[in-house]
Nanobody, 123 residues
Framework: QVQLVESGGGLVQAGTSLRLSCAASGRGFSSDAMGWFRQGPGKEREFVAAITWDRGTTYADSVKGRFTISRDHAKNTVYLQMNDLKPEDTAVYYC?????????????????WGQGTQVTVSS
């Protein structure tokens, strides 16, 4: 059974940093793309970042230059380093994986999802 488990969320002040982790189990994802999405209060879930099997990256415009996605194949884990956090980054952050090498910005393209981790940024 495939599981994605996020960790690292919390309550922080604007301008600070957090690093989210997503540990996968049940199968390896070293050949597949993985991504991060988020859902803010009263908003739809939106794409944040994605990474290919060979560490190519894609970002939403709203986080470009502040967030960095990375992965460790040996640990079957993907990370999201979030710097210079803003109150508008407040959301539940979800990790996702797909049965494909190519990243995608659409939720529908992903096959596996974690339960999410809350990030709250105070002003």
């Amino acid at each position: 059974q495939v599981q994605l488990v996020e960790s690292g969320g919390g309550l922080v002040q604007a301008g600070t940093s957090l690093r989210l982790s997503c540990a996968a189990s049940g199968r390896g994802f070293s050949s597949d793309a993985m991504g991060w999405f988020r859902q803010g209060p009263g908003k739809e879930r939106e794409f944040v970042a994605a990474i290919t099997w060979d560490r190519g990256t894609t970002y939403a415009d709203s986080v470009k230059g502040r967030f960095t996605i990375s992965r460790d194949h040996a640990k079957n884990t993907v990370y999201l380093q979030m710097n210079d956090l803003k109150p508008e980054d407040t959301a539940v952050y979800y990790c996702a994986a797909r049965n494909s090498k190519m990243p995608h910005t659409s939720m529908a393209a992903y096959d596996y999802w974690g339960q999410g981790t809350q990030v709250t940024v105070s002003s």
